[in-house]
């Protein structure tokens, strides 16, 4: 392998004097735009692969063969990761155009930086805060479970007014319920007394029903509470085994959606109306997200929010299945730790943030601008939170100190 070929270029590998060490996955994307107009699985029969237009000589002289036998067969991410190679030995004349155009030679980021250490586990008691339909915040959190030993949580409104809360409690799951009219369950129920489980996500369908997503040795399990009230058992919906964060939506059409975070990407599983699952499909191989969210919309929109190096990203899928092309940065403070969400039913998508132990609420408006971000508690210790939105327009965000 004395040459190595891409875009069309041939350059020997010995070529090192204006070679550059790394560039972040926004500058790949611009690469791969004007080689392929962004498109990861190109196959043109031009002798030129997938986003970055690999020969197949280069592909196989730098270790893409790892990944597949062709560059086009292999993800977004393997395919960066290989051209990370070729950059280091080749500089960005290896893209003799679109290289310089896309400024490759000038970024220094590591695309795929090393995640952090997983955080010790917290634990805490559980206050929720109300925001009215007409946008007026209860003026102190209430405090609804004073367990203390609460290390995970969820939250979700039901068609009947009621809120759900459930909680991660030494493995076990408990479910709290507020009513329509505000009362408060005195005490929490147990639902699963696995002993094992590690992460809990919920969301309503509009029949009545409850689905309580749980997060078991990488894998992910549903239990569904009927319209009348009864829970039953839990069915494994995901065996990755993986898997380190869930979250889920229920859209109008009776559908539910959820996302499991996987080695820093996220996949997307359907459980249509009529009770059957889809397979999961990978909506961001981002391959850096550390958390993520999800809400839907009266229009049958889906948003997901993913978070990265502190950072909130926002993608949508269309009441028509389709998927943006690509993330949208909705906050880049730079520190945020945990991200929440909840559509309300004026349209209205609400995004939380916790900064240095106080949440942070960011606005969709129904016309899809943003507003820029409210301090709406300032505790200082908080380390997770939940949003739920009710059929009122009220919502929920919950916070555990």
């Known amino acids: 392998m004395g040459l190595a070929v891409i875009a069309g270029v041939a350059l020997p590998l010995t070529v090192t004097t204006t070679a550059a060490q790394a560039a972040s996955v926004t500058t790949w994307d611009k690469v791969a735009a004007c080689e392929s107009g962004g498109n990861w699985s190109i196959n043109t029969g031009n002798g030129y692969y997938g986003g970055l237009q690999f020969s197949l000589s280069t592909w196989t002289g730098f270790g893409g063969r790892q990944y597949a036998d062709y560059p086009h067969q292999a993800t977004k991410k393997e395919q960066i990761l290989t051209a990370e190679k070729v950059l280091a030995v080749q500089g960005e004349g290896a893209w003799p155009t679109c290289g310089p155009r896309a400024g490759l030679g000038d970024d220094t980021a590591e695309p795929y930086p090393d995640l952090p250490a997983p955080p010790v586990v917290e634990a805490g008691s559980v206050w929720n805060r109300e925001r009215s339909a007409s946008g007026v915040w209860q003026a102190a959190a209430s405090h609804i479970d004073v367990n203390t030993s609460i290390n995970g949580f969820a939250a979700a409104g039901l068609a009947d007014g009621s809120l759900h809360v459930q909680t991660l409690v030494n493995g076990d799951l408990w479910d709290r319920a507020r009513s329509a009219g505000g009362t408060w369950q005195k005490a929490a129920t147990k639902i699963d007394d696995n002993g094992s489980l590690k992460g809990v996500a919920s969301a309503a369908l509009p ?195």
């Open 207 to 401: 029949d009545g029903s409850l689905h309580v997503q749980t997060l078991v040795n990488g894998d992910v399990w549903d239990r569904v509470r009927s319209a009348d009230g009864t829970w039953s058992n839990a069915t494994k919906i995901d065996d990755n085994g993986s898997i380190t964060k869930i979250s889920s939506a229920a859209l109008p059409d009776g559908t539910l959606h959820v996302q499991a975070l996987v080695n820093g990407d996220v996949w997307d599983r359907t459980r249509r109306a009529d009770g059957t699952w889809t397979s999961a499909t990978k909506i961001d191989d981002n391959g850096s997200i550390q958390d993520v969210a999800a809400t839907a919309l009266p229009n049958g929109t889906l948003h997901v929010q993913a978070l990265v190096n502190g950072d909130v990203w926002n993608r949508s899928r269309s009441a028509a299945g389709v998927w943006d092309a690509g993330a949208t940065k909705i906050d880049d403070n730079g520190s945020i730790t945990d991200v929440s969400s909840a559509g309300l039913a004026d349209g209205t998508l609400h995004v939380q943030a916790v900064v240095h132990g106080n949440v942070w609420d960011r606005t969709r408006r129904a016309d899809g601008s943003w507003t820029s971000a409210t301090k709406t508690d300032e505790n200082g210790s908080i380390f997770d939170t939940y949003a739920a939105a009710l059929p009122n327009g009220s919502m929920h965000v919950g916070t555990l100190v």
